[in-house]
C-alpha cells in the first residue's frame, strides 16, 4: 500500500487542481482498485486528501491537503471534517448553519456540537452578514468577510457608520475647495495619506462619498478628456427654500381644503406666513 500512497501523492503534483476518480483509476493501471481503496482512506485518515463531492453528477474528486492545513486539521473525525470542508467551500461568504445541515445530511445538534469544537481550535468562525442579522453564518477563520456580508467600508460592527461617511464628506469637500479642482485619484490619494479613513478605501468607495456631494449641490464634476474631475459647486443648492417649506405638503387637512370651504387658503393663517418668506 506503500507504493499505492506514494504513487497517488506524486499524481497530485502532476494534477494539483485534483484528480476525478474515474482518472485515478486510469492513471494507475497496475494498482488494483481495493489497493487504491486502502491508499485513499490512509490519505484521508492523515488529512493530507479530501474528497469533494461534484453536486452536479455527484462525482469524486480528490484533492491534496497542504502540509500546514494538515497539521491544523489533525485530529478531526470524518463528521468535523465534512463540516469544514463545507464551510470551506463557501469561501468568503460564509455557510448558513441550516445550509450546513442539509449539505452534511447531520443532525442540527450534531452540527451545533462540531461548530464549537471547529471555533475552539480557531479552524472557523462565526458571522452575521449586514442583511440577515439574525442568521448566523460560519467561514474559514482566516479569512476576510467579502463586502455584501460585511456591508463594505460603511458599516462598523454591523451598523451603518453615518459618522465616518459624514467625516469624509467634509474632509472631501474641503480639499475640492482648496485644490480649487480634483480628479476621484487625487482625492482617494489625499484620504490616504493624511490616514483619514482606518480600513482601506477603493476608488469606488470614494466615488460614492464624492456622489453624495454632487447630489447635494456641493460640488460639481467637470467631464474632461482625460476623466471626470470635481470642484465646487458653482450655485450650491440652499437647505430650505419657499418651495421646500410650502406648508400644504404637511398639512393634515389638506384634502379637505377648498377656496370657499371652511378649510381654505384664503384663511390659512400658515400659508399667509408662507406667502411673506
Known amino acids: 500500500m506503500e507504493r499505492a500512497t506514494n504513487a497517488i501523492l506524486d499524481l497530485f503534483r502532476r494534477m494539483p487542481d485534483g484528480i476525478p476518480q474515474h482518472v485515478l483509476s486510469a492513471e494507475l493501471p497496475d494498482i488494483s482498485n481495493n489497493v487504491l481503496a486502502s491508499a485513499i482512506n490512509r490519505l484521508s485518515k492523515e488529512k493530507k486528501l479530501q474528497m469533494v463531492q461534484n453536486a452536479a453528477d455527484n462525482s469524486i474528486t480528490y484533492k491534496e491537503v497542504e502540509a500546514s492545513k494538515s497539521a491544523r486539521l489533525k485530529g478531526l473525525v470524518a463528521e468535523e471534517l465534512l463540516v469544514y470542508q463545507c464551510i470551506e467551500a463557501a469561501g468568503n461568504t460564509g455557510l448558513w448553519t441550516k445550509d450546513m445541515k442539509h449539505k452534511t445530511n447531520l443532525q442540527q445538534t450534531q452540527v451545533t456540537k462540531i ?15 449586514v442583511n440577515q442579522p439574525s442568521k448566523k453564518f460560519y467561514m474559514l477563520f482566516d479569512l476576510e ?127 399667509q406666513q408662507w406667502l411673506d418668506f
Not at 461548530?115 to 452578514?129: T, Y
Not at 469606488?204 to 449641490?217: A, C, N, Q, R, S
Open 145 to 271: 468577510p467579502a463586502r455584501e456580508i460585511t456591508g463594505g467600508a460603511w458599516y462598523t460592527d454591523q451598523d451603518y457608520d453615518s459618522e465616518f461617511i459624514e467625516v469624509l464628506q467634509t474632509q472631501c469637500f474641503n480639499f475640492i475647495k482648496q485644490a480649487g479642482e480634483a480628479s476621484l485619484e487625487e482625492v482617494s490619494a489625499f484620504i490616504h495619506d493624511k490616514g483619514i479613513s482606518k480600513i482601506q478605501l477603493r476608488d469606488e468607495d470614494v466615488m460614492m462619498i464624492l456622489e453624495t456631494l454632487e447630489f447635494d449641490g456641493r460640488v460639481d464634476r467637470i467631464d474632461n478628456e482625460d476623466g471626470d474631475s470635481f470642484r465646487q459647486a458653482m450655485l450650491a443648492i440652499p437647505k430650505t427654500s419657499a418651495f421646500t417649506s410650502i406648508p400644504c405638503g404637511v398639512c393634515p387637512v389638506f384634502t379637505e381644503c377648498t377656496p370657499d370651504g371652511p378649510i381654505s387658503p384664503i384663511t390659512c393663517i400658515y400659508y
Open 115 to 129: 461548530l464549537k469544537q471547529l471555533e475552539s481550535r480557531n479552524l472557523v468562525k462565526a458571522i452575521k452578514p
